[in-house]
Structures are given as structure tokens and as C-alpha cells.
């Protein structure tokens, strides 16, 4: 699986994202408004609002930022990580952007991550419109057929074609047997981690994690060994 695959031709992504405001109340009225028509086809339970529903405005790009993105690419024998994270949303989505424009434009590079088509492409090319920013070319998915986008998606490969099938990248690594790193979060807890706690490098840890673990599925799908702890290398600055 994945033989005619250049493994150092791979972005492994993932994006941790957050409301764009503390609380639903904070919002602007009119932005409000428009959240409480959301709410009314998310919500489930009778007494769902659009206040208890607003922690979950972070998976909607219109409603929600970006607040870590982080990025990792075999460089020989280590897979190298990149965070790029802070309060404010474009300085990192435009650090982003840099690193995809420079090193990842050719017609033989290729963006991964899980559940990637559905959410963390979309959501970053949406997010980098709203921000007024200049989309890379690997994220523009405009005008082409869908085996012409660079993006694979360990979600979908795993489907083998079947599209009722979904499975967590938690699921997919155990039934794998693949190890990970255990964390006392999971990705409900984020809104919460940022806006209460305000502890950003929590979230940075917990989304490099998801990078590694996508990381080891890839080489899995490829039958290959997995990455040794010791070639995981960390290069924020």
C-alpha cells in the first residue's frame, strides 16, 4: 500500500482549532445571530442552546481559529516536527504558508493528515481567506477533479472504498497496535485548555502527538518499520 508513494514527499499536518471568542456571549451581535441559526441544526437535545452548544463553534471555520498547527516530514532517518502556534491566528497560518510555498509546491509533494479532506485542508483554506491571506497551492483544491489534489487522508485510505465507515486516529492506532504517547486530553477539552487555562504549549504538545501517531500509520500502511522515539526530532525555534 502506498509503494509508489515518496515518503519524504509527505506534509504530515494536524490543526488544533478554538471559538474565536472566549464565550457566546462575547460574540458580536450580528455574528451571534448567525451562530444561533447554527446551533438549531447542531444541536440534538432538547435542551441544547447556542451558549452550550458554542464550545463546539471551534470545528467551523467560520465561527472558529486557528490556534497550533504543527507539521512533520522525514528528513532521512528522522521525522522532523514543526509547531507553528500563538494568540494571534494569521502570523500562523502566514508562517504556515511560508513553509508550503517554499518547501512543499512541487507536483510531487503531498499533504496528509487524518480526517484531512473533511476537516484540516478545508478548515486552513478557509481560515486563510478570511484572514486575507494569499492561499498556497497545495491547499486550492478549485477546479480539480478529485485524484488531481496533492492531499492524502490515512482516514480515507483506511476506508478501502467503503463510505459509511469512520474511525478516530485513537481507534485506528490501537486496532493497529501501533504505540502512542497517552495524553489525559482529548480534542473536547481544548476550547476549554485555551480560553479557561490559557495553556497554549498543552495544546502544542497534544497536537504533535496526533502528527507522530499519523506518522506511524503511514509507515505501517507501507509495511515499514516505525519511527524510533529517538529520531523524533522537535525544531521550533
Known amino acids: 500500500m502506498l509503494n509508489n508513494v515518496v515518503l519524504e514527499n509527505i506534509l504530515i499536518i494536524d490543526i488544533e482549532t478554538v471559538p474565536c471568542y472566549p464565550e457566546y456571549d462575547m460574540m458580536p451581535a450580528g455574528l451571534q445571530k448567525l451562530w444561533d441559526h447554527k446551533a438549531e441544526w447542531i444541536r440534538?437535545?432538547?435542551?441544547?442552546?447556542?451558549?452550550?452548544?458554542?464550545?463546539?463553534?471551534?470545528?467551523?471555520?467560520?465561527?472558529?481559529?486557528?490556534?497550533?498547527?504543527?507539521?512533520?516530514?522525514?528528513?532521512?532517518?528522522?521525522?522532523?516536527?514543526?509547531?507553528?502556534?500563538?494568540?494571534?491566528?494569521?502570523?500562523?497560518?502566514?508562517?504556515?504558508?511560508?513553509?508550503?510555498?517554499?518547501?512543499?509546491?512541487?507536483?510531487?509533494?503531498?499533504?496528509?493528515?487524518?480526517?484531512?479532506?473533511?476537516?484540516?485542508?478545508?478548515?486552513?483554506?478557509?481560515?486563510?481567506?478570511?484572514?486575507?491571506?494569499?492561499?498556497?497551492?497545495?491547499?486550492?483544491?478549485?477546479?480539480?477533479?478529485?485524484?488531481?489534489?496533492?492531499?492524502?487522508?490515512?482516514?480515507?485510505l483506511w476506508k478501502f472504498g467503503d463510505h459509511k465507515n469512520y474511525v478516530s486516529l485513537d481507534l485506528l492506532t490501537a486496532i493497529l497496535d501501533i504505540p502512542t504517547p497517552k495524553d489525559d486530553i482529548t480534542g473536547a477539552d481544548i476550547c476549554r485548555i485555551y480560553w479557561k487555562d490559557h495553556d497554549l504549549p498543552r495544546i502544542v504538545k497534544y497536537c504533535r502527538k496526533d502528527v507522530i501517531a499519523v506518522a506511524q500509520v503511514l509507515m505501517r500502511f507501507r509495511e515499514g518499520e516505525a519511527i524510533p522515539d529517538d529520531k523524533i526530532i522537535f525544531v521550533d525555534n
Open 44 to 156: 440534538k437535545k432538547d435542551d441544547d442552546t447556542p451558549a452550550s452548544l458554542y464550545e463546539r463553534a471551534g470545528i467551523y471555520a467560520e465561527f472558529g481559529k486557528v490556534v497550533c498547527i504543527s507539521a512533520g516530514f522525514l528528513k532521512g532517518q528522522e521525522f522532523r516536527i514543526k509547531s507553528f502556534y500563538g494568540e494571534e491566528e494569521k502570523p500562523v497560518l502566514e508562517e504556515f504558508a511560508t513553509l508550503l510555498k517554499t518547501y512543499f509546491n512541487r507536483t510531487d509533494k503531498l499533504l496528509c493528515a487524518h480526517n484531512g479532506k473533511e476537516f484540516d485542508f478545508p478548515f486552513l483554506a478557509r481560515r486563510m481567506m478570511i484572514n486575507g491571506l494569499r492561499m498556497p497551492e497545495i491547499l486550492d483544491t478549485s477546479g480539480r477533479k478529485p485524484w488531481e489534489t496533492r492531499h492524502l487522508d490515512t482516514m480515507e
